[in-house]
C-alpha cells in the first residue's frame, strides 16, 4: 500500500468519528500509505455549540485538525469518510461539503479513487447503514 495518498475526512461534535478517523490513519500509517486526516467545516452557530459543553470542548481539542479542501479530494488516491448519523442521514456539515464537489466531479477529477465510509450513532440501529447509503448517493462522482 505504499504510495497510496489516503484523505480520511470526518464530521464530528463529540468525538466518536474523530476517533474513527484516526484509527482509520493509524491503520492507513502501518500499510505504508501516506496520510492526510481532515475535518469538514463546522457550520452550526456559535451559540449552539456553546450550550453543548462535549461538543464546545471537542471542537477546541481538535482545532489543530486542517478543515477539508477540495484539493484534498484530488490529492487522495484512496478517501474515507467518517460522519456520524442523525436519524438515518449525515449531517448538514457533511452534505454542505459534497454540494461543493461538483465540479471537481464534472472535471474527471474524482474518477477512479477507492472510497469507503464508516458512521455512528448512539443507539444500536441507529440508522448507520442509511447513512452511509445516503453519502454513496449524494457523492457526485
Request: aromatic residues 12%; hydrophobic residues 40%; without cysteine.
Amino acid at each position: 500500500m505504499s504510495n497510496v495518498n489516503t484523505a480520511i475526512i470526518y464530521y464530528s461534535s463529540g468525538g466518536t468519528n474523530h476517533q474513527l478517523a484516526e484509527w482509520a490513519a493509524e491503520g492507513a500509517k502501518e500499510a505504508g500509505a501516506e496520510v492526510n486526516v481532515l475535518r469538514v467545516t463546522e457550520t452550526a452557530p456559535q451559540a449552539v455549540i456553546d450550550s453543548s459543553p462535549g461538543w464546545k470542548a471537542h471542537l477546541e481539542e481538535t482545532q489543530y485538525v486542517p478543515e477539508v479542501t477540495l484539493a484534498d479530494l484530488e490529492w487522495g488516491d484512496a478517501i474515507i469518510f467518517s460522519v456520524p448519523t442523525r436519524f438515518g442521514i449525515m449531517l448538514a456539515q457533511m452534505k454542505q461539503f459534497f454540494d461543493t464537489t461538483g465540479g471537481l466531479w464534472f472535471q474527471g477529477k474524482l474518477a477512479n479513487k477507492a472510497v469507503s465510509a464508516m458512521s455512528s450513532a448512539q443507539n444500536p440501529y441507529g440508522g448507520q447503514e442509511a447513512t452511509i447509503l445516503s453519502l454513496y448517493t449524494t457523492m457526485y462522482w
